[in-house]
């Protein structure tokens, strides 16, 4: 199986760095709808990912949801590490199914932990419907 022919590449992803702020990271979400994102650190490494809950979890412990006060908080300071974990470019076809199993979405990232793009519940299906 060739990950890379049915991820969507980093490109055409919706993306956070460790450094954005809370409230950076809320809009993104809510610009784009999606429940979970990956987090990058500053050299484009895959790091984790956050989703809406740790966002949540976030406004409960600041105790607000003044999008001004919300800056204060940095994306990194409410990542999970092992939320989302990654599969290298090179999985095998098992080890693809199994993270979709358990994930809507999985980083794909190289020798480096560089992330390449994400793979889709949809996009595996795809695959495997057509194979």
């Known amino acids: ?53 740790d966002f949540l979890r976030c406004l409960l412990a600041a105790g607000t949801t003044d999008k001004k006060l919300l800056e204060q908080y940095t994306i990194g300071s409410i990542l999970r590490k092992d939320f989302c974990p990654a599969l290298h470019v090179e999985a095998e076809e098992g080890a693809a199914v199994a993270a979709c199993l358990n994930q809507n979405y999985v980083p794909i990232v190289d020798d480096r932990q560089m992330l390449c793009g ?14």
């Open 1 to 53: 199986m060739n990950i890379a022919k049915i991820m969507i590449p980093k490109v055409l992803t919706v993306f956070l760095r460790e450094d954005q702020t809370v409230r950076q990271g809320l809009e993104t979400m809510a610009t784009h709808s999606y429940t979970a994102v990956p987090v990058l650190d500053g050299n484009d490494r895959y790091i984790g990912s956050v989703s809406e809950g």
């Open 118 to 131: 994400i793979l889709t519940r949809r996009g595996l299906i795809a695959y495997l419907a057509d194979k």
